[in-house]
């Protein structure tokens, strides 16, 4: 398989990620990164939108599993408030934390998509272990570094965007 920094899929968020979409994907496990991909960076406390999501995902055939970096406790206080699996300290866009997520569900990375917020983690990560990288747009890009990442992906975004419109036109 050849690597790529693209990813395959791009959404405004993650609550546009239904379970049919998925379902139609073939995709069984949702990953989710969880700062500025669920919730922003400064809180633990979902939008209305994000907590509904996250039941009717619960309610759903697809599994999700929090997989993070982060190796604060508000990751897994927040799960365990949501009845969430989480895995913290994750290592993207190393495959630790992914791979311990495909073993922790027995299911092979095919039938597994990860969702986040950043090219060189997420989409890395994601890529790097075979699975369907979804990249979400950032919920709150609050500081000068998170801004300037931002900037250095916008090619990757530019090229992933030009290559799902050929796709679709073929």
């Not at 090219?119 to 997420?122: A, G, L, M």
């Given at each position: ?23 139609e994907r ?14 922003p960076?400064t809180t633990?406390i979902?939008e209305?939108?994000?907590e ?8 759903s ?8 970096n ?9 799960c ?5 699996d989480c895995i913290?300290?994750a290592?993207k866009?190393?495959?630790k ?8 569900y027995?299911?092979p ?7 986040g917020?950043q090219?060189?983690?997420?989409t ?7 699975l369907?990288?979804?990249?979400v747009?950032?919920?709150?890009n609050h ?8 900037v250095?992906?916008?090619?990757f ?6 290559r799902?419109?050929?796709h679709?036109?073929?």
């Open positions: 398989m050849a690597f790529s920094m693209l990813p395959s899929i791009i959404v405004e968020a993650v609550t546009d990620l239904t379970p049919d979409f998925l379902a073939g995709i069984e496990l949702l990953m989710l990164d969880f700062d500025n991909t669920i919730v960076y633990d979902p209305p939108l994000m509904q999501w996250l039941y009717d995902m619960k309610q055939d697809i599994k999700i599993c929090v997989v993070s982060s190796k604060n406790d508000r990751v897994r206080r927040f365990r408030n949501y009845g969430i913290t300290h290592k866009p190393f495959p934390g992914i791979r311990e997520c495909l073993a922790k027995d299911l990375a095919s039938k597994c998509a990860l969702a917020d090219i060189f983690t997420d890395m990560g994601a890529r790097g272990c075979g369907t990288a979804i990249l747009t950032a919920i709150d500081n000068f570094w998170l801004k300037a990442r931002h250095l992906e916008l090619p975004i530019f090229f992933a965007r030009n799902r419109i050929h679709e036109e073929s």
